[in-house]
């Protein structure tokens, strides 16, 4: 089973146990269909790159959301915790994230 740069297989509290792999999965699909349209985005793995450069050279983030379909709805990340522990602080993430993702 491929893994996340820790060796986690999902996220925590997650309900399937391979939703890293889905993310991705579906992170490289985007990606070949922007490269098609002529765009060409590399998105950065290491967390040197992602706290000090953001996710890409263009400010994109992919992330799956397996829901909108069945809720009909859009989903913009703007804060995020490490999991769900309501004792956690939130922090700015997505669009309110101060990276060059141009928002």
């Not at 070949?32 to 450069?53: C, P, V, W």
């Not at 990340?77 to 669009?95: H, K, M």
Request: with cysteine.
């Amino acid at each position: 089973m491929i893994t996340g740069k820790h060796g986690e297989t999902r996220y925590p509290n997650a309900p399937r146990i391979d939703t890293i792999e889905a993310g991705d999965s579906f992170e490289d699909f985007v990606c070949d269909k922007l490269a098609e349209m002529g765009i060409n985005l590399r998105t950065y793995k290491s967390s040197q790159f992602q706290l000090n450069t953001g996710e890409n050279k263009i400010g994109f983030e992919i992330k799956l959301d397996q829901e909108h379909t069945k809720y009909n709805h859009l989903s913009i990340e703007v804060a995020e915790r490490s999991r769900n522990d309501s004792n956690l602080g939130w922090t700015n993430s997505g669009i309110l994230r101060n990276d060059n993702n141009g928002l």
